[in-house]
């Protein structure tokens, strides 16, 4: 036999003698169990179901002037609601920006046309923003909701005589990074 035969069968030799002869292979490992006295519990946040939303519409947005309810509407004007929401907030490091939906505007009775199609546009004028203290609980969110109808809106007659449901508005809270 050549001396390359025999180093063959040497090499697949202890080869077999490492593998355990039976073609096992094994490696270490271990486990251990640890008990830490401590807990993390979820926070929350949500509206808080007692009277969610507190507030009116005004013709400005310091609420000094009330919308009167013979006020009629036209391309150009802007009208606030000016109130507080209740939020459920708990935990650290909770932020979270309050919302309108801007579909939650219903106009009747052209239900052709939605609050967009008319440029009226809705938005908070402290940017909806909340901040969250530690053990917080509920909490009264004061915010000033602007409600524009856009006059450089080309509408031709669309929109006239419509009534613009302001009373059933959906508010949303999203949390933010």
């Known amino acids: 036999m050549n ?3 025999k180093g063959a069968i040497a090499t697949a030799a202890g080869g077999a003698l490492l593998l355990g002869g039976a073609g096992t292979f094994a490696l270490w490992n271990d486990a251990l169990d640890h008990s830490v006295d401590q807990s993390i519990t979820a926070g ?21 002037t009330a919308l009167p309810d013979t006020f009629t509407m036209v391309p150009g004007d802007t009208v606030y609601f000016v109130g507080a929401v209740n939020l459920l907030a708990q935990g650290d490091n909770l932020s979270a920006t309050l919302g309108m939906d801007p579909g939650s505007i219903v106009v009747s009775p052209d239900a052709d046309a939605g609050a967009d199609d008319l440029g009226i ?17 509920v909490l009264p969110h004061a915010f000033v909701l602007e409600v524009t109808w856009d006059a450089g809106t080309d509408l031709g007659l669309q929109g006239q005589n419509a009534t613009l449901a302001l009373q059933n508005v959906t508010f949303t809270l999203q949390q933010t990074a």
Not at 51 to 61: E, I, K, Q, S, T
């Open 44 to 64: 929350q946040l949500r509206f808080a179901e007692t009277d969610p939303v507190d507030g009116g519409w005004y013709l400005d947005a310091a609420g000094s």
């Open 3 to 5: 001396r390359l035969a």
């Open 121 to 137: 546009t809705a938005e908070f004028l402290n940017g909806g923003e909340i901040e969250v203290r530690t053990g917080a609980g």
